[in-house]
């Protein structure tokens, strides 16, 4: 059986999950503390880095684009009747959105509103870009799930937990973009993609007392009540 190495709210796991999940393919999953990686893990990762896949012949892959491109390979595609032109613009576009997880990552942990729009700058220029290739299909130019939407899934579900907990909207202005995201969290990859715990875990890193979207109700609140922001929102 395959198997990820994995970190909980890492996106570049949850893209290899799931593209596992999407073709229905069964594997094992273990957590490891990225602040305290253990020496077995270090020898399978040259990089140091998850997510890491094991073959079900025991070889270790590493970096998200080879592993996915592996189990498209090895499985199946998920689109069988593209042509190789077609294949090579959509992995364009995958790349393209696996550029920006850290790109994100970074703005939601933003200390602050003037660094949360700074850091926002190169994430609004991927999500308009994209916006642009949008048609009306549900999924990227195609009326079933492909290896672009699987791309693009950490970003949206992402964005979409954001919204949920602090009203924060990433996606605002983009209205192809917003579609595109409410047709892919239907499907419910979002969910079996990643940990029972993932939500809990996300918010705690990214909507933490040490963040601006964190604060960001509290601040909101306080204003309005004429009170200080620097308490907590308990």
């Given at each position: 059986?395959?198997?990820?190495?994995?970190?909980?709210?890492?996106?570049?796991?949850?893209?290899?999950?799931?593209?596992?999940?999407?073709?229905?393919?069964?594997?094992?999953?273990?957590?490891?503390?990225?602040?305290?990686?253990?020496?077995?893990?270090?020898?399978?990762?040259?990089?140091?880095?998850?997510?890491?896949?094991?073959?079900?012949?025991?070889?270790?892959?590493?970096?998200?684009?080879?592993?996915?491109?592996?189990?498209?390979?090895?499985?199946?595609?998920?689109?069988?009747?593209?042509?190789?032109?077609?294949?090579?613009?959509?992995?364009?576009?995958?790349?393209?959105a696996a550029k920006h997880y850290l790109v994100q990552c970074s703005a939601q942990r933003s200390g602050d509103e003037v660094t949360l729009n700074e850091r926002?700058?190169?994430?609004?220029?991927?999500?308009?870009?994209?916006?642009?290739?949008?048609?009306?299909?549900?999924?990227?130019?195609?009326?079933?799930?492909?290896?672009?939407?699987?791309?693009?899934?950490?970003?949206?579900?992402?964005?979409?937990?954001?919204?949920?907990?602090?009203?924060?909207?990433?996606?605002?202005?983009?209205?192809?973009?917003?579609?595109?995201?409410?047709?892919?969290?239907?499907?419910?990859?979002?969910?079996?993609?990643?940990?029972?715990?993932?939500?809990?875990?996300?918010?705690?890193?990214?909507?933490?007392?040490?963040?601006?979207?964190?604060?960001?109700?509290?601040?909101?609140?306080?204003?309005?009540?004429?009170?200080?922001?620097?308490?907590?929102?308990?």
């Amino acid at each position: 059986m395959l198997k990820v190495i994995s970190f909980t709210i890492c996106p570049f796991v949850q893209r290899v999950t799931a593209l596992l999940e999407a073709k229905g393919l069964p594997y094992e999953i273990e957590y490891i503390s990225l602040k305290d990686k253990p020496q077995w893990f270090l020898d399978l990762s040259p990089n140091g880095q998850v997510p890491v896949l094991i073959t079900e012949s025991g070889q270790a892959l590493f970096e998200s684009d080879a592993i996915v491109e592996y189990i498209d390979d090895a499985y199946g595609p998920l689109n069988p009747s593209l042509t190789p032109e077609q294949k090579a613009v959509n992995r364009a576009w995958s790349y393209l959105a696996a550029k920006h997880y850290l790109v994100q990552c970074s703005a939601q942990r933003s200390g602050d509103e003037v660094t949360l729009n700074e850091r926002s700058v190169k994430l609004e220029k991927a999500f308009s870009t994209i916006e642009k290739a949008l048609d009306d299909a549900h999924f990227f130019n195609t009326g079933e799930v492909g290896m672009v939407d699987i791309a693009w899934l950490p970003l949206l579900h992402r964005a979409a937990l954001i919204e949920k907990h602090e009203g924060y909207d990433f996606l605002a202005g983009y209205p192809k973009l917003k579609r595109w995201q409410q047709h892919l969290l239907f499907t419910g990859l979002a969910e079996k993609s990643v940990a029972a715990d993932f939500e809990g875990a996300f918010t705690d890193f990214y909507l933490s007392e040490q963040t601006f979207l964190g604060n960001r109700n509290c601040q909101v609140s306080a204003s309005a009540d004429n009170a200080s922001t620097t308490g907590s929102c308990c």
